[in-house]
Nanobody
Framework: QVQLVESGGGPVQPGGSLRLSCAVS????????MAWFRQNATKEREGVAA?????????????YYASAVEGRFAISKDSAKNTLYLQMDSLKPEDTAMYYC?????????????????WGQGIQVTVSS
């Protein structure tokens, strides 16, 4: 079992920044991928960013981004702290959603929701003036 707990959400003005954190606990051996998803009232759950976690990458972390957030969001992990992060800059009203942290033991690392085995409870991000 893997437990995921998100924090760091809240209200922010357009153009502002937030950093989401996801504390990871439990049995994580073999976990290959972690990701952030989001969902609002008008859209299905969508992948925002993913990072490969299954091995130490010689050339740095392998990451993936949705086109809507590329260049504005950055996913990272701190293995020593067992924490996943999502740095969100230049936030727009359309980024308003519930954000979820997710973990997968499947290969390859993608942003397909059905691939993920464990989910956090979600945290609200509201971008509004």
């Amino acid at each position: 079992q893997v437990q995921l707990v998100e924090s760091g959400g809240g209200p922010v003005q357009p153009g502002g920044s937030l950093r989401l954190s996801c504390a990871v606990s439990g049995y994580t051996t073999g976990m290959w991928c972690m990701a952030w998803f989001r969902q609002n009232a008008t859209k299905e759950r969508e992948g925002v960013a993913a990072i490969r976690t299954g091995r130490v990458e010689a050339s740095g972390d392998v990451t993936y981004y949705a086109s809507a957030v590329e260049g504005r969001f950055a996913i990272s992990k701190d293995s020593a702290k067992n924490t996943l992060y999502l740095q969100m800059d230049s936030l727009k009203p359309e980024d308003t959603a519930m954000y979820y942290c997710a973990a997968s033991f499947s290969i390859p690392c993608t942003m397909v929701a059905r691939q993920f085995d464990y989910w956090g409870q979600g945290i609200q991000v509201t971008v509004s003036s």
